[in-house]
Nanobody, 125 residues
Framework: QVHVEESGGGLVQAGDSLRLSCAAS????????LAWFRQAPGDERKEFVA?????????YYADSVKGRWTISMDNAKNTVYLQMNSLKPQDTAVYYC?????????????????WGQGTQVTVSS
């Protein structure tokens, strides 16, 4: 069974950078997609942030983070990173890593069955 675990959250000021890590353990197939979602206080639904397909390396971004953030992967370490630059107070949320096999639409959280516990990112103004 595949597990994912996030790390790297914290408290930063607006304009700062953070890098989140998502380490996958267990048997990950090359057809897996790994994605980052976030959930701000009061939001009922997780919001898509970014995703990467393990086999092709193709990346996807939400409009709100495009140009500011970069998702990347290290195959040797089975780890996906989310480099977050130019952070804004509205980026404050719990960030979750999700993974699953053969995801057709990477932006839909309900399609993922494997989730981490989340890591808090707080951006002060």
């Amino acid at each position: 069974q595949v597990h994912v675990e996030e790390s790297g959250g914290g408290l930063v000021q607006a304009g700062d950078s953070l890098r989140l890590s998502c380490a996958a353990s267990g048997h990950t197939y090359s057809t897996y997609s790994l994605a980052w979602f976030r959930q701000a206080p009061g939001d009922e639904r997780k919001e898509f942030v970014a995703a990467i397909r393990w086999d092709t390396g193709r990346t996807y971004y939400a409009d709100s983070v495009k140009g500011r953030w970069t998702i990347s992967m290290d195959n040797a370490k089975n780890t996906v990173y989310l480099q977050m630059n130019s952070l804004k107070p509205q980026d404050t949320a719990v960030y979750y890593c999700a993974a699953d096999d053969s995801i057709r639409t990477v932006t839909i959280p309900e399609l993922y069955q494997i989730w981490g516990q989340g890591t808090q990112v707080t951006v002060s103004s």
